[in-house]
């Protein structure tokens, strides 16, 4: 996961899927430890129910150490399968 310019965000990758979900998580894990408060998500192109899990855990990593994590860039596709598995209000998204 590449970091962009500002030190409290980092990106996800352009897939992620039950095959890349496990170490998507522990990225962004080490970023969240170091920090991160947004997570963009502009690169994410391809992407499953394993994107919210992924998603819903760093939130909880954010929140356990006092903090926020702050989606952005969220696929509409994303938002919507989000929305139809009844998740949608536990992310912090916007576009």
Same mark, same amino acid.
Request: charged letters at 15%.
């Given at each position: 996961?590449?970091?962009?310019?500002?030190?409290?965000?980092?990106?996800?990758?352009? *897939?992620?899927?039950?095959?890349?979900?496990? /170490?998507?998580?522990? @990225?962004?894990? #080490? =970023?969240?430890? &170091?920090? +991160?408060?947004?997570?963009?998500?502009?690169?994410?192109?391809?992407?499953? *129910?394993?994107?919210?899990?992924?998603?819903? /855990?760093?939130?909880? @990593?954010?929140? #356990? =150490?006092?903090? &926020?994590? +702050?989606?952005?860039?969220?696929?509409t596709g994303l938002a919507s399968l989000a929305q139809a598995?009844?998740?949608?209000?536990?992310?912090?998204?916007?576009?």
């Amino acid at each position: 996961m590449p970091a962009s310019a500002a030190a409290g965000r980092f990106q996800t990758a352009a *897939s992620l899927t039950h095959e890349s979900a496990r /170490a998507a998580l522990e @990225a962004g894990l #080490s =970023r969240i430890a &170091a920090g +991160a408060t947004e997570v963009d998500c502009a690169p994410l192109r391809q992407f499953d *129910s394993s994107a919210l899990a992924v998603l819903l /855990a760093w939130q909880r @990593a954010a929140s #356990s =150490r006092g903090g &926020a994590l +702050a989606v952005v860039n969220l696929p509409t596709g994303l938002a919507s399968l989000a929305q139809a598995y009844g998740v949608d209000t536990l992310l912090t998204f916007r576009h």
